[in-house]
């Protein structure tokens, strides 16, 4: 048996703006599961101070609505990017990895999981159902990967024909 993975979820995003809430209640979701060796943060955006957190995993999965991103979601890792600039403020996902290798000497691998949106123009904290069924799928495909799925199967994972969760989890 290997050795447990630490794992951060970061899922971020605007809950007062409609579908760009979906990072947070995806996070949320896994978050009340409880799952062993998986740290959840919630937040409005990547930031500097995320560095240090990524530092301490060996993996890391940012969740983060999309509006162009195929039905239901995507799935794909990120390498860590030079950030030609940044602010106090916020990071780009790719960014943050790299800031944590930098600072930290962090080795984590990074995914992104990208749900797919549809409102994002108005204020308000509901999601759309079309939004809210993306959020279901996403959230069995994380829970099964989360909780001792094989990472060493996991590929770029583009959905680009409506799939019910059980067929995104069987492509872990």
Same mark, same amino acid.
């Given at each position: !048996?290997?050795?447990?993975?630490?794992?951060l979820l970061i899922g971020f995003g605007n809950p007062g703006r409609? @579908?760009?809430?979906?990072?947070? +209640?995806?996070? =949320?979701?896994? /978050? /009340? !599961? +409880?799952?062993?060796?998986?740290?959840?943060?919630? @937040?409005? =955006?990547?930031?500097?101070?995320? #560095?240090?957190?990524?530092?301490? %995993?060996?993996?890391?999965?940012?969740?983060?609505?999309?509006?162009? %991103?195929? /039905?239901?979601?995507?799935?794909?890792?990120?390498?860590?990017? /030079?950030?030609?600039?940044?602010?106090?403020?916020?990071?780009?996902?790719?960014? #943050? !990895?790299?800031?944590?290798?930098?600072?930290?000497?962090?080795?984590a691998e990074g995914y992104i999981l990208a749900v797919r949106g549809?409102?994002?123009?108005?204020?308000?904290?509901?999601?759309?159902?079309?939004?809210? @069924?993306?959020?279901?799928?996403?959230?069995?495909? +994380?829970?099964?990967?989360?909780?001792?799925? @094989?990472?060493?199967?996991?590929?770029p994972w583009r959905c680009e024909e409506p799939a019910s969760s059980?067929?995104?989890?069987?492509?872990?």
């Amino acid at each position: !048996m290997s050795d447990p993975q630490k794992i951060l979820l970061i899922g971020f995003g605007n809950p007062g703006r409609l @579908d760009d809430g979906l990072g947070p +209640a995806l996070a =949320q979701a896994i /978050e /009340e !599961m +409880a799952l062993p060796n998986v740290t959840v943060d919630i @937040d409005y =955006q990547v930031s500097v101070e995320h #560095a240090q957190a990524i530092a301490g %995993c060996d993996r890391v999965v940012f969740a983060d609505a999309s509006t162009d %991103c195929p /039905e239901p979601f995507s799935f794909t890792r990120i390498e860590p990017a /030079e950030h030609l600039s940044f602010s106090s403020h916020s990071l780009s996902p790719a960014a #943050a !990895m790299s800031l944590a290798g930098e600072l930290f000497a962090a080795k984590a691998e990074g995914y992104i999981l990208a749900v797919r949106g549809y409102d994002f123009n108005e204020f308000g904290e509901r999601l759309s159902a079309a939004a809210m @069924d993306n959020l279901a799928a996403a959230t069995a495909f +994380a829970r099964t990967l989360l909780s001792g799925g @094989d990472w060493a199967q996991v590929r770029p994972w583009r959905c680009e024909e409506p799939a019910s969760s059980a067929t995104a989890v069987n492509r872990i």
